[in-house]
């Protein structure tokens, strides 16, 4: 699915230059129509299964933090 690949490709990029996921989400804020509540919740469940699956990397408590 194309545009799954272009949203990991910005998501990864995110984390990479901004570090935090409170960055990632006021960013991600400004770029998109969503409630942050629910941004926080469908992000942090997209990070949980990309780290499952090996191919995101994040500090655990940072990620605990964003919920």
């Given at each position: 699915e194309p545009a799954l690949?272009?949203?990991f490709q910005q998501l990864a990029q995110l984390m990479?230059?901004?570090?935090?996921?409170?960055?990632?989400?006021?960013?991600l804020l400004n770029e998109y129509d969503v409630e942050e509540e629910?941004?926080?919740?469908?992000?942090?469940?997209?990070?949980?299964?990309?780290?499952?699956?090996g191919l995101l990397k994040t500090d655990a408590a940072e990620t605990s933090q964003a919920s």
């Open positions: 690949a272009i949203l990479s230059e901004h570090g935090s996921t409170d960055n990632v989400i006021e960013i629910q941004l926080r919740a469908d992000l942090k469940k997209l990070i949980e299964q990309l780290s499952e699956k």
